[in-house]
């Protein structure tokens, strides 16, 4: 595997940060998942977008352009042979002293990883999954914004581990108002009476690209989409709810703190989706080979 780090590739055993990079120090950075599919970077610009939107708002100076980082992407995906993979696209605030003044630090390292990343087994795609809701809640917009994709994930770490003591792969997260937020790495949606709902990105969530992609494909399908605040009594009543994510894509869930969903297999609806998006991938996305 060859890894880029600030314009170089390197091999995976020389592919090295300072100790000193608060990155390391102080999670002081922001990343981003991305796929490829059949050849194609899926959804280049809009993760590109959300890269630049997060650096803004942590005020890290980005050391290339828009332009530059998606040509690292593609690059890195071109010397690793990646035909279908996963990228994780990090920028780190860079080397500084011991202090977390980020000031100190004089310039932003931009590190490209492509592989690839199985998150859930099939058999959940095909028989749904069970969630449950976990007592860590997702952060405050006053604190670390949950729309900035940071290097800071502790909060949804721990989660993470509140959802695998209770032997479940993924957690739903609620706001501190008590509202339906997200997973610890995916947005969440539900169906009821043929309509689909999911989570305001003012109840705290990531702006998630296969969100937004997942909304423009029901619409196409004639669904109506709304995004009111939700309640754990709206999800336990839906009839159909699913997850959705760069790496998770978009998967089933049928059981959720107990509570059987719909008829306790993956929907009718559920399954149109996930084909409409697999096409949608298939068929998009930014050449790797010209
Ligand atoms: N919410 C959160 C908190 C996320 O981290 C999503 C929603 C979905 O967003 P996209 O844009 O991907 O549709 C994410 C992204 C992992 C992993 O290893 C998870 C994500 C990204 C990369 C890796 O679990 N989730």
């Given at each position: 595997m060859k890894v880029f780090i600030d314009g170089q590739f390197y091999d995976e055993a020389n592919a090295k940060i300072s100790v000193f990079d608060h990155g390391l120090l102080y999670g002081d950075g922001i990343f981003e998942g991305i796929r490829a599919y059949n050849g194609r970077v899926f959804k280049l610009k809009e993760h590109i977008d959300r890269l630049f939107c997060s650096a803004k708002a942590i005020l890290l100076t980005m050391p290339m352009t828009h332009a530059e980082v998606s040509k690292a992407v593609v690059d890195t995906c071109r010397e690793n042979n990646i035909r279908d993979g996963y990228v994780r696209l990090v920028i780190t605030r860079g080397v500084g002293t011991l202090?977390?003044?980020?000031?100190?630090?004089?310039l932003a390292s931009v590190i490209v990883i492509a592989g690839t990343i199985q998150l859930y087994p099939e058999e959940m795609y095909q028989n749904g999954m069970a969630i449950v809701t976990v007592p860590t809640v997702r952060n405050l917009h006053s604190a670390v914004n949950p729309a900035i994709k940071s290097l800071n994930y502790l909060n949804n770490i721990l989660a993470k581990i509140e959802a695998n003591n209770a032997g479940v792969e993924e957690a739903i997260m609620l706001n501190s108002e008590g509202y339906v937020a997200e997973c610890t790495g995916d947005n969440i949606f539900i169906l009821k009476d043929g309509k689909m709902f999911t989570p305001p990105l003012s109840a705290g969530a990531l702006y998630g690209i296969t969100r937004a992609a997942v909304v423009e494909l029901a619409r196409q399908q004639g669904i109506e989409v709304t995004e009111p605040n939700l309640t754990r009594y709206d999800i336990f009543n839906a009839d159909e709810c699913f997850l959705t994510g760069t790496a998770a894509e978009i998967i089933p869930v049928t059981k959720v703190d107990g509570r059987i969903i719909g008829d306790g297999k993956p929907g009718a609806t559920t399954h149109r989706l996930i084909s409409a998006y697999r096409s949608l991938t298939k068929q998009s996305g930014e050449p790797i080979y010209p």
């Open positions: 202090g977390l003044n980020p000031n100190k630090c004089k």
